[in-house]
């Protein structure tokens, strides 16, 4: 058996909610997957979505329902946010 750890890189935005996810959600199940070498890598969204000529989700109204539609859903499976926080 191996004892060789499987390089895990997340890369990350502080403004992006997918990025939250994926961070709670490596981080919780990293105590699960011992054989995973999880590594964060920062990166700016803005300037990807400058350099794609893409625009920021929010700034588009049918991409901005979708983003919290898809936050909603990704929540009520994962359990990551505590939603009654915010009411």
């Known amino acids: 058996m191996s004892l060789t750890k499987v390089p895990v890189?997340?890369?990350?935005?502080?403004?992006?909610?997918?990025?939250?996810?994926?961070?709670?959600?490596?981080?919780?199940?990293?105590?699960?997957w011992t054989k995973m070498d999880l590594k964060y890598k920062p990166v700016q969204i803005s300037k990807i979505f400058e350099e794609s000529s893409?625009?920021?989700?929010?700034?588009?109204?049918?991409?901005?329902a979708y983003l919290?539609?898809?936050?909603?859903?990704l929540n009520e499976f994962y359990k990551v946010i505590n939603l009654s926080a915010f009411l």
């Open 9 to 32: 890189i997340l890369y990350f935005d502080i403004l992006s909610p997918f990025s939250y996810f994926g961070f709670e959600l490596l981080s919780r199940y990293q105590k699960v």
């Open 68 to 73: 919290f539609k898809s936050i909603k859903l």
């Open 54 to 64: 893409n625009s920021a989700p929010l700034l588009v109204p049918t991409k901005a």
